[in-house]
Every structure is written in structure tokens, then in C-alpha cells.
């Protein structure tokens, strides 16, 4: 960790909050980079002349703001977090592109892809009948060291699709194979919180808030060709949405 810096007295900057910009200078700066353990408390606020309350005080800031995690144990501590990936749904662009974007590399580790009688929701989407055959598709969307995405998609029985590569955009499959490239989509916003297998896919404790987006995506001519249920991880992911007035 680089040198830490003498902090000012008498200057009216409270000590903690003098911390708090050394250690995001530090991290825009990139001598602080993602995934990078902080000393123990003790050491820390040795080397900087603080109580290891007024060191608590800034780390706490720090990791309400999505800069750093804290964890708990003997092997955990305080490291920096990966930096959260703008996701703007005025477009349709995929988890791969938004990614791509943000200069990122997606990877996509599929849990499910098997054909099922279609749930009543994924039936209504598609336009099928409840419990006629779809494919499901679940994957964990991940850039950098730890998950940011819990995808569950459904989509029409398309002939050899559960046999074709899973693991990068799916839309851009929709539109190479099948020429159902997804031009529109209905989504709706929902904070869930996190159940004990969502949990575990997502490396995060139960109960820990996610942003749920359902989307039913349409093709060329208003055709549904996708129903998801994606579940983001808020300290990874930032949506947004563009307005304007035409």
C-alpha cells in the first residue's frame, strides 16, 4: 500500500474525513486498485495517529459509498471493490454489450439450459400456452472478481439453440441463427432481497438487496422472442435511463 499521508491538525477537516480523501485519491489514482487489502485496523491507525474508532469512521463511509468491503473474520478485513458497471436500459443493448461499453469483459457461467413446460409468466410473454415447451437459460454474469448478475431467461423452442455456445450475448445469437435479433423490450424495476441460493450464486449473504428487472424482448415486427427475470447485484451494477423531450 503506498505511503500513508500526515494528517493536518488544527485545520478544521475532521481527521476521518482527511482519511476518507487519501483513500479515494488513492483508489482514483489507482495505487489503490480493485480487489487490494487495506492493513488491519491497528496497523492503520498506528501508522496514521488516529484511534481505531475515528479509522472506523472513515472506512465506514468509504463502504457505504461502494468504495470498499469490509469483511469479517480473521482472514478479512477491508479491500478495495471493484467499481460498479453503468447498465442503461434506453437502449437494448445485452449484459455483453453494456459491458463491452464500459470496457469490461463479460464471462457467463451457465447453472441451467434445459427445455421446460413454460411457466405461466414465460407463457404470457411468449404468447405460448402454459406449459408448452421453452427453453430456459440461467447463467451468472460476472466481470472482474466476483459476480454481478443472476440471469434466468425463457425463450420459444428455436431448433438446436440449447446446443449453440451459451456462454456469450445470447441476442447476438437470437440475431446471427435465428434472424430474431431483440429490436424492443418491456421492463419493469423491482428491490427484492436475496435468497439463500441467490446468495450463493452471487457471492453475497441472504437478504442482501438486488434490483430484479423483467423484461419480455421483442423481434422485428413486435414477435416476443425472450421473458427474463435478471437479478442485479446494486453494489456492481448502476441502472440507468435516459429522458428527454422531443
Not at 479509522?55 to 478479512?76: F, K, S, Y
Not at 458497471?85 to 463491452?100: N, P, W
Not at 436475496?194 to 453475497?204: D, N, Q, T
Amino acid at each position: 500500500m503506498v505511503g500513508t499521508p500526515e494528517l493536518e491538525r488544527g485545520t478544521g477537516v475532521p481527521a476521518h474525513v482527511q482519511i476518507e480523501r487519501w483513500l479515494l485519491e488513492s483508489i482514483d489514482g489507482g495505487e489503490l486498485a480493485p480487489g487490494d487489502r487495506l492493513p488491519g485496523e491497528r496497523e492503520l491507525a498506528g501508522r496514521l495517529g488516529v484511534s481505531r474508532m475515528t479509522l472506523r469512521q472513515a472506512l465506514a463511509t468509504l463502504e457505504r459509498d461502494g468504495l470498499l468491503v469490509r469483511v469479517p473474520g480473521r482472514a478479512g478485513g477491508a479491500f478495495v471493490a471493484e467499481p460498479r458497471v453503468e447498465c442503461d436500459l434506453t437502449g437494448l443493448a445485452g449484459f455483453t454489450e453494456q459491458l463491452r461499453r464500459a470496457r469490461l469483459r463479460a464471462r457467463a457461467r451457465v447453472l441451467t439450459a434445459t427445455t421446460v413446460p413454460a411457466p405461466g409468466a414465460a407463457a404470457r410473454a411468449l404468447g405460448v400456452a402454459a406449459g408448452s415447451p421453452v427453453h430456459e437459460v440461467a447463467r451468472v454474469r460476472s466481470a472482474g472478481r466476483s459476480p454481478m448478475a443472476l440471469e434466468r431467461s425463457f425463450f420459444p423452442p428455436l431448433p438446436g439453440f440449447l446446443g449453440e455456445d451459451l456462454t456469450g450475448s445470447l441476442y447476438a445469437l437470437l440475431g446471427a441463427r435465428y434472424d430474431l435479433e431483440p429490436r424492443t423490450a418491456v421492463e419493469h424495476l423491482d428491490p427484492v432481497i436475496a435468497g439463500a441460493g441467490e446468495a450463493a450464486e452471487l457471492g453475497i449473504e441472504p437478504g442482501a438487496p438486488l434490483m430484479l428487472i423483467e423484461r419480455t424482448a421483442y423481434a422485428a415486427g413486435g414477435v416476443p422472442v425472450e421473458y427474463a427475470r435478471d437479478l442485479f447485484r446494486p453494489d456492481r451494477v448502476r441502472i440507468s435511463v435516459r429522458s428527454g423531450i422531443t
